[in-house]
């Protein structure tokens, strides 16, 4: 059984676009939809220039904004490349870091190299979790991907977030789509909906990543819709598996080492979900496969900062609930592991992988340069 506890939970678009005040975002929409239309317009008419690094680029984004399990993505890619023994980098914004540097190097491939604070929440995690990929952040990407080809010897560049970084010319262009809203929810174009481009742009990606498949039935019409907008992309579907779970807390790398149990330890357990993220509903059904006896969901807004009230909320909420646990996620660890040493709370992290369920052999194919 899901309960769900929110106050002050959803981000300020969100609670936005549930008022009757979305209707007068709609004006907005459609100048920024016709923003969009030129400039896409100019790149594909050689206006606008896309600048060529020597490597293979391979982006990895979304048309809507948050929710769609691209980070999750970009490292079962990354993985999947390292298995085929090409040599990876990672380039990403850095959403929500604070530094005065352009550009930060998070992990040398050996080390983390950058606080959470000076990477962002998305790099930070794939540092933590990735062995032998230098991970970058920086605005200017072809700048950064110079610097990336200079200090590192890699044969490939993942782009995170790049579908709309058009500056930057990439190899493969992969889009990631929730199978439950895979044109965002409402299907508008910001700031009257959530989506970032028009349906349309699918006819850019190469590949069409459905993610949660698990969770939520993808219909043969909704398929076919997105052939028909990318008759040339390979559309495939993945599934957000639970892997193993292991506590937070500062030295929980350490920990890692003696404790990693099977998702089974969830099984039978009342469970209180905290978390930050795009789709907190896709975190509790991704729990729900553990067969617990029930899970209450507390959620913050995207790429929340905890705070000392919060954790005071988060105890409060799991008492009330008398819950057996506290389950977060990746993204979620580092912010909360400062904090929790405070309050004794039984939380441990869930450790999800994204799984591509079907025609591996084609996906491959297309990331890995032809011969």
């Known amino acids: 059984m899901k309960r769900t506890h929110s106050p002050d939970l959803a981000s300020f678009q969100k609670r936005l676009l549930a008022t009757p005040i979305r209707f007068l975002l709609i004006p907005l929409s459609w100048l920024y939809a016709a923003v969009i239309s030129i400039r896409n317009r100019l790149y594909t008419l050689g206006v606008f220039k896309a600048r060529t690094l020597p490597c293979r680029v391979i982006s990895v984004g979304n048309i809507v904004v948050g929710g769609t399990g691209k980070t999750p993505a970009v490292i079962a890619i990354a993985k999947h490349l390292q298995e085929k023994n090409m040599r990876v980098g990672i380039l990403l914004r850095g959403y929500k870091r604070v530094s005065r540097e352009k550009m930060t190097i998070v992990s040398d491939g050996e080390k983390v190299c950058a606080s959470l604070r000076e990477s962002g929440d998305e790099a930070n995690m794939m540092a933590r979790h990735l062995d032998g990929i230098p ?80 969770t939520t039935h993808v219909s043969p019409p909704a398929k076919e819709a997105l052939t028909e907008l990318a008759p040339n992309a390979l559309v495939l ?56 006896e029930g899970v209450e969901l507390l959620a913050y807004p995207d790429h929340h900062d905890y705070t000392e009230a919060d954790m005071r909320q988060i105890g409060t909420t799991f008492r009330a609930a008398e819950a057996d646990l506290i389950v977060t996620t990746q993204k979620d660890e580092q912010k909360l592991a400062d904090l929790v040493a405070q309050q004794e709370l039984p939380i441990v992290v869930l450790e999800i992988a994204l799984v591509i369920t079907e025609a591996i052999e084609k996906f491959t194919k297309v990331l890995l340069p032809a011969h």
Do not use: W
Not at 144 to 149: D, K
Not at 174 to 202: D, Y
Not at 267 to 280: D, H, M, N, S, T
């Open 237 to 292: 579907e993945s599934i957000h598996q639970p892997v193993r779970v292991y506590p937070l807390g500062p030295k929980a790398d350490e920990a890692e080492t003696d404790f990693r149990p099977a998702v089974k330890v969830l099984e039978g357990k009342r469970i209180l979900a905290v978390c930050g993220i795009g789709q907190p509903e896709a975190f509790v059904a991704t729990l729900m496969r553990c067969s617990p």
């Open 135 to 214: 991970i970058v952040v920086g605005g200017q990407r072809y700048r950064a991907g110079q610097i990336v080809l200079e200090r590192f010897n890699i044969d490939v560049l993942l782009l995170d977030d790049g579908f709309q970084h058009r500056q930057l010319a990439r190899d493969v262009d992969i889009l990631t789509l929730s199978a439950k809203h895979p044109f965002g929810s409402p299907q508008k174009l910001l700031p009257a909906g959530t989506l970032r481009e028009p349906p349309i742009a699918l006819r850019r990606a190469d590949v069409i990543l459905l993610t949660h498949t698990d």
